[in-house]
């Protein structure tokens, strides 16, 4: 197989890399040795944010470019993306009160702002997200930021990838890569042994905690970008709280943690800064993160939140740029794309947050383009993604502002499913609501009920359109269900899809 760009890793930077060529009419191969964002890119905290707290280290421009994607993202997948206001409540270890408004005001104005409205102080006494707070928080602030589905964002890159004629490999490994004249040679190993040959101009390490690793194997003569591994933990509990406002707490050592609103019926509550060593793919919260994230929410919430409310967690590695010894959680979220022409190029990508990932693949195919002379320029700043095309392919601030309108007509309009369920459906499909329902006019039509709100019609939709392989691929990143079924449930999953064709 032949091709213009390799792109190594299916996360979010990866996907967004692919996307990017593929439309600028390059040829492009994505390989991910496991499923679509399978690590990092579903263990965020899933948001979309400025980075308010970035503002303490003084990364301006880390922020400003963060605070436009924002708005960016926001236009292109609002099915996927949507605004949510953030609370934090004033502490006496914190700043005075003046100081941080002013920091909210500069979060505020760093960036054009269209669709989010402004920051403010509030009295929490009188304000719904006051209630589940102690009564020594009397004062705090509220500003915007959004919440996304953070593995149906990369998946929704990859179909826009492969609908403009990229090949999405998944659970096939880079095991080999070297240059051969002007050209790479690499060799890719899929879940069943088969090995496939692949000669790309140009190779895209983007293999996220093991950049640094591929890196040293593909050049082994060069000196790799110091990056360090630090593991984000998230814990899951029952929700908290019945108002729409997530939460934003300082612990006294400086790091932040937030409280989010989660599928309905939980509260996420996240992350931890922890050096990590060791296989990326094996990371898990320790009992101390669990307790730190219980503690520090303790402190705020006027009913304690105890280990045994945990009814889920997760865990990511972040390859994070290294600062020598500086603290995990101040190292930098930015990132560093480093490109080497000592022969065939390739492009290694270190560090980066989600909220960046269009910028980034952006920025890579821009320092690539005067090598491999693609046929269109950048064109991704303007673009909805797959589902998101209510006013066409252009995005816009009236899908963002309509969206609640467009749930509404289409409970309407499939009115032979519950509403709740048709909801789940516009946000996770948007537009393509269409296509997961095609030929669909009853219950009947849509097979099976698997398991409590997964039918056959969505089940299968996920093995032929979004290669989702197992049950783990379906109840946890292509949806959330995971969080509502049982460990039966999952059993029953898996016996269905082992009795389907291959995809």
């Known amino acids: 197989m032949q091709c213009d760009l390799l792109v190594?890793?299916?996360?979010i930077n990866g996907s967004g890399i692919a996307r990017d060529a593929a439309g600028r009419g390059l040829s492009v191969v994505l390989c991910e040795q496991d499923d679509l964002?399978?690590?990092?890119?579903s263990a965020s905290t899933k948001l979309i944010h400025g980075g308010l707290r970035y503002l303490e280290h003084r990364e301006f421009g880390l922020v400003r470019k963060a605070l436009h994607e924002r708005e960016v993202l926001l236009r292109a997948a609002p099915h996927l993306i949507r605004p949510l206001r953030?609370?934090?409540p004033h502490d006496s270890h914190q700043r005075p009160a003046w100081l941080i408004r002013a920091g909210l005001w500069l979060y505020d104005h760093l960036a054009r702002r269209e669709l989010l409205p402004g920051s403010g102080r509030i009295a929490l006494r009188r304000h719904p997200a006051g209630q589940p707070l102690k009564a020594e928080f009397a004062t705090g602030f509220v500003y915007s930021d959004g919440w996304v589905d953070d593995a149906r964002l990369v998946?929704?890159?990859a179909i826009d990838a492969a609908e403009q004629g990229a090949t999405i490999l998944t659970r096939t490994r880079c095991t080999d890569a070297m240059?051969?004249?002007?050209?790479?040679?690499?060799?890719?190993v899929r879940a069943d042994g088969a090995d496939l040959t692949v000669q790309a101009r140009c190779l895209v390490n983007a293999a996220g905690p093991w950049a640094a690793q591929f890196h040293q194997a593909a050049l082994p003569a060069l000196r790799q970008q110091a990056v360090r591994l630090v593991k984000g933990s998230h814990i899951v509990v029952r929700k908290l709280f019945d108002h729409p406002y997530a939460y934003i707490f300082q612990h006294p050592d400086g790091r932040i943690v937030f409280a989010i609103p989660y599928e309905s019926d939980f509260t996420l509550i996240g992350t931890t800064d922890v050096d990590f060593r060791g296989n990326p793919a094996s990371v898990s919260i320790t009992a101390d993160e669990i307790a730190y994230l219980c503690e520090l929410c303790s402190h705020y919430f006027a009913q304690p939140v105890t280990p045994d409310d945990v009814v889920q967690t997760f865990s990511g590695v972040r390859p994070l740029l290294d600062e020598g010894l500086a603290a995990a959680s101040t190292l930098t979220r930015d990132y560093l794309l480093e490109l080497d022409t000592g022969g065939a190029p390739m492009l290694s990508v270190f560090g980066g947050k989600i909220t960046t990932y269009r910028k980034l693949a952006e920025e890579a195919l821009d320092r690539l383009a005067p090598l491999l002379q693609p046929a269109r320029g950048s064109w991704t700043e303007n673009a909805s993604l797959p589902g998101a095309d209510f006013h066409g392919r252009r995005s816009s601030n009236a899908a963002v502002t309509g969206f609640d309108d467009f749930v509404r007509r289409q409970q309407a309009h499939y009115g032979w499913l519950p509403p709740p369920l048709v909801a789940r459906y516009a946000h996770a499909y948007g537009t393509r609501i269409r296509q997961?329902?095609?030929?669909c006019d009853d219950l009947a039509d849509m097979g099976q009920e698997i398991l409590p709100g997964l039918f056959e019609a969505e089940a299968r939709h996920?093995?032929?359109r979004e290669w989702a392989l197992t049950a783990e691929d379906m109840l946890w990143r292509r949806s959330k269900l995971g969080l509502h079924v049982s460990a039966d449930g999952v059993a029953t999953l898996a016996a269905w899809i082992a009795r389907q064709p291959p995809p």
Request: proline letters at 0%; glycine letters at 16%; charged letters at 5%.
């Open 179 to 188: 240059r051969q004249g002007a050209a790479w040679q690499a060799t890719l």
């Open 86 to 88: 953030f609370v934090l």
């Open 8 to 11: 190594v890793g299916g996360g």
């Open 37 to 41: 964002a399978s690590h990092t890119s």
């Open 436 to 439: 997961l329902l095609a030929g």
């Open 155 to 157: 998946v929704a890159n």
């Open 462 to 464: 996920w093995m032929t």
